[in-house]
């Protein structure tokens, strides 16, 4: 699997844009990337994925550069329940298992 | 609603002794999991099953068994063999490519 690499914490203002970013330079062509959270003391929760265009959905926007190098999962508009930490994870589709890091603990300021 | 039940959410082990983690799915997933957390760390693969009667070793499964007796369910056995097994235990299930569903998860800790 590729390695990511994420930046161990941030700091967030409610209402405010949350943009996580996760490098993977190390990506192949066939490797998507996914993004997780997990909130203290409960199972990581799915956010999104994409493999090469940028995807929205209700919860977040992923965007992956062109070279696929590195993407920035989005939190348009930061809630005091989006403090968690976020796992990024590159991963062949329909792998075995998901390879979690210690992710990103991003903090939402009121 | 559809989802991954995990029980007990709280267990406590003698030294020495075996106990087994309940994970049951209703969302008709084919593949599950089970991963162990430890404080201030990422998740860690212990064993995974893609189709009943088959599961496969994941990094760290030594120390643990696991059945795949129905689709359903993917009990974790945690036995005395396993040196240090204080720590938080997930249950995955996916189909395919998209996203895993976990459960709420199982802290064991030995006294």
């Known amino acids: 699997d590729a390695k990511t690499t994420q930046p161990p914490s941030m700091d967030c203002a409610e209402g405010r844009a949350a943009n996580l970013p996760c490098n993977h330079s190390?990506?192949?062509?066939?490797?998507?990337v996914y993004w997780y959270r997990q909130i203290h003391s409960q199972g990581p929760q799915y956010i999104i994925h994409?493999?090469?265009n940028n995807e929205t959905n209700e919860m977040a926007s992923l965007i992956i550069t062109e070279d696929r190098k590195s993407s920035t999962l989005i939190l348009p508009h930061a809630t005091l329940r989006d403090t968690a930490v976020y796992y990024c994870?590159?991963?062949?589709?329909?792998?075995?298992?998901?390879?979690f890091g210690k992710g990103t603990h991003l903090i939402i300021q009121p | 609603d559809g989802g991954i039940t995990q029980s007990p959410k709280y267990l406590f082990r003698k030294e020495g002794q075996n106990v087994t983690l309940s994970c049951e799915q209703n969302?008709?997933?084919?593949?599950m999991y089970w991963y162990r957390q430890d404080p201030g760390q990422g998740l860690r693969l212990i064993y995974y099953?893609?189709?009943?009667?088959?599961?496969q070793k994941g990094d760290i499964a030594e120390g643990y068994s696991v059945s795949r007796e129905k689709k359903e369910s993917f009990p974790l056995t945690v036995t005395s063999a396993q040196k240090n097994p204080t720590a938080f235990y997930l249950c995955?299930?996916?189909?395919?490519?998209?996203?895993?569903?976990f459960g709420s998860g199982t802290r064991l800790t030995v006294v």
């Open positions: 995955a299930s996916t189909t395919a490519s998209y996203g895993y569903t």
């Open positions: 190390t990506i192949s062509g066939n490797e998507y």
């Open positions: 994409g493999l090469k």
């Open positions: 994870i590159v991963r062949v589709a329909g792998a075995d298992g998901l390879t």
């Open positions: 969302l008709n997933h084919d593949a």
């Open positions: 099953s893609q189709i009943v009667n088959d599961f």
